[in-house]
């Protein structure tokens, strides 16, 4: 090959759009709780999970590095029953940049108290969307769809559908499983409920709500801001219209959950009269926390 063509060739490579996996998690696996000596296998894990998550392809689609869809993961360890044997608590928090700012919200925002796992250092972790191979990978695929899912609704209106229903198949295939989370009839607030809500056509103005309140109203604030809190507020009112036939939903437990002080910032300014809206709306929807929006006016 010349030197002109090698050259050519080597542009060419450099300017076609570098592909990536869709998901960048930062893994956080806290063990203080945990008495052992060799501690090698709580830095071993969080690499294993980190690479599950962020070097497969869970899509068919594109995505350029600063496209990856970011999130974070922090397990807390609670006990070790047997060796090799964990149980623990994950916190698992989805972000999304806001258009035109700098700022990025918290999209999902989740606390599954349920991680029971069998891990051994250096075996590989299989996954197959169509059948049950471990409780933890069956985990972890688990929340990379519903990480998916939730990035695509907030950019397009039930954007997500093929990724919930991908979740909501490996929950199917989990009830072999002797471990929690997975059964209707354990919790109202387990990995079975996230997915019937988010599947639900009952719960389907709440996922739009989720689409108008990043889409049409936080991406919307650099230009104009009360066209964006108007959004957000017609987002409230699919929300309450649901929790009228649906109280203490999980899906709407856990979007007031990640975006009450959000809530709060977004109408501490702006107009009188959507401002009293936002009030009533967040004290009747979100009691939990009142004392916040009860901020909202000087």
């Not at 349920?114 to 972790?125: A, G, I, K, R, V």
């Not at 199917?172 to 019937?196: D, H, L, M, V």
């Not at 801001?225 to 957000?232: H, I, W």
Request: hydrophobic share 40%; charged share 20%.
């Amino acid at each position: 090959m010349s030197k002109k063509s090698l050259l050519f060739l080597l542009l060419s490579i450099l300017s076609f759009p570098i592909v990536a996996q869709e998901i960048n998690c930062n893994v956080t696996v806290n063990a203080q709780n945990i008495q052992i000596s060799d501690r090698s296998i709580f830095q071993d894990m969080e690499n294993a999970f980190e690479q599950f998550l962020n070097n497969r392809r869970w899509t068919n689609e594109s995505f350029r590095a600063e496209e990856r869809i970011r999130c974070n993961m922090v397990l807390t360890m609670e006990s070790m029953p047997s060796i090799g044997s964990f149980t623990a608590s994950l916190q698992i928090q989805v972000l999304r940049p806001v258009y035109g700012t700098n700022y990025e919200t918290v999209v999902f925002n989740f606390a599954d108290r349920n991680w029971q796992f069998d891990y051994t250092e250096s075996l590989p972790l299989e996954f197959n969307e169509n059948a049950f191979n471990t409780n933890l990978t069956s985990m972890l695929g688990f929340y990379a769809y519903v990480v998916l899912g939730y990035d695509y609704d907030s950019f397009a209106r039930l954007g997500g559908s093929p990724f919930f229903d991908k979740a909501f198949n490996v929950v199917i295939n989990a009830q072999q499983s002797p471990r929690a989370g997975w059964k209707q009839f354990e919790s109202n607030r387990n990995r079975y409920w996230i997915t019937e809500n988010l599947m639900s056509s009952q719960m389907l103005p709440v996922r739009e709500a989720i689409y108008e309140y990043h889409r049409l109203g936080l991406d919307m604030f650099g230009r104009d801001p009360e066209q964006g809190r108007d959004a957000v507020l017609a987002a409230l009112q699919k929300i309450k219209e649901v929790n009228r036939l649906r109280p203490n939903s999980v899906i709407i437990n856990s979007f007031f959950d990640t975006k009450s002080d959000e809530l709060a910032n977004i109408f501490a300014q702006g107009n009188e009269v959507k401002r009293q809206q936002a009030i009533e709306l967040l004290k009747e929807l979100d009691p939990p926390n009142i004392e916040k929006y009860n901020r909202i006016n000087p």
